[in-house]
């Protein structure tokens, strides 16, 4: 099973920016799409953008359009969030996680297999 370190996230203004990444300790993503989701406290798990294996389809939640952008480097086993222009209501804890088959992307959380340890995203207004 793959297993997915995350990094990146922390406190910043609103109208910032940052950088989540997820790599694959062990185990590779390349053929799979992967997700980032984030959870905020007393809210369900929300999917926030996806990428399918190649990296040439996304998908966005409407919340984050315009300011979030998903990408990935099958190469580096790596992929990433870049969140700019940020506001209080992204606050909350974020997670990658790597699609359980070959299928597309999902915005069902159950349709994930491994996921990321979780980071924290605390945006101050």
């Known amino acids: 099973q793959v297993q997915l370190v995350q990094s990146g996230g922390g406190l910043v203004q609103a109208g910032g920016s940052l950088r989540l990444s997820c790599v694959a300790s062990?185990?590779?993503?390349?053929?799979?799409?992967m997700g980032w989701f984030r959870q905020a406290p007393g809210k369900e798990r929300e999917l926030v953008t996806a990428?399918?294996?190649?990296?040439?389809?996304?998908v966005y939640a409407d919340s984050v359009k315009g300011r979030f952008a998903i990408s990935r480097d099958n190469a580096k086993n790596t992929v990433y969030l870049q969140m700019n222009s940020l506001k209080p209501e992204d606050t909350a804890v974020y997670y990658c996680?790597?699609?359980?088959?070959?299928?597309?992307?999902?915005?069902?959380?159950?349709?994930?297999?491994?996921w990321g340890q979780g980071t924290q995203v605390t945006v101050s207004s």
């Open positions: 996680a790597v699609r359980r088959s070959y299928l597309g992307y999902s915005g069902r959380s159950s349709d994930y297999g491994s």
């Open positions: 062990r185990g590779t993503f390349s053929s799979y799409a």
């Open positions: 990428i399918d294996w190649s990296g040439g389809s996304t």
